[in-house]
């Protein structure tokens, strides 16, 4: 009988030492204990720290795909108050934490992608796949004139996804909701202020 791969459960075990330690922070020996398994084997499934923490990255990218299309694929919401639901889950889940974990993806933006190429690259694409998801509903919100057509929807998605890691970012300082609500308050009353 062939024995159960442990790749599964150290992918996971990878994920939430991450998401509390970081990049730098988090060492193969971390990960190996709170998956509870030998060292070996992480070096039987992972050639690198770095590609493990690509997969690591994706695997946390679908989980925020998940969450994406919970808010943006709810056609019961006008799509602004989409934009809204997204970011109020996103709330939801780090108040849940105590405010202590942030995003992976701009958590990695700041510390990985100077050191690694291959993660760099990753975060470069991910950024682009979540814009164009953003892109699309605020496409939709500027087509029936809910928000204001002066910039493209990809450059309004952009600047909703930097500015909201931002606020994530000092979230984290502050480990209080404060800076989400006041991006919320703001962006929603100028960026993505109703025209109707």
């Known amino acids: 009988m062939a024995r159960k791969s442990l790749r599964e459960d150290i992918l996971d075990a990878g994920l939430r030492v991450m998401l509390r330690k970081g990049y730098s922070g988090s060492s193969v020996r971390d990960v190996v204990a709170e ?10 499934h992972f050639r690198s720290k770095e590609a493990f923490s690509r997969d ?3 695997r946390y990218f679908v989980h925020v795909g998940d969450l994406v299309s919970q808010a943006l694929d709810d056609r019961h919401l006008t799509p602004r108050e989409r934009l809204k639901k997204y970011l109020d889950i996103i709330t939801g889940r780090l108040n849940a934490d105590d405010f202590e974990r942030g995003c992976l993806i701009g ?3 700041l510390e990985a992608a100077p050191l690694s190429e291959m993660l760099r690259s990753r975060l470069s ?3 682009l796949e979540w814009r164009d998801r953003f892109a699309e509903c605020i496409r939709e919100a500027q087509s029936t004139g809910e928000i204001d057509s002066t910039f493209t929807p990809e450059d309004l998605a952009d600047f909703l996804l930097s500015s909201w890691e931002g606020a994530i970012m000092r979230m984290k300082v502050e480990r209080s909701e404060a ?5 919320k308050k703001i962006v929603f009353a100028t960026v993505f202020k109703e025209c109707r």
């Open 179 to 183: 800076a989400l609500e006041r991006f």
């Open 107 to 109: 958590d990695f933006s």
């Open 35 to 44: 998956a509870g398994v030998p060292q070996g084997s992480f070096t039987n």
């Open 125 to 127: 694409e991910i950024f």
């Open 56 to 58: 690591v990255l994706d």
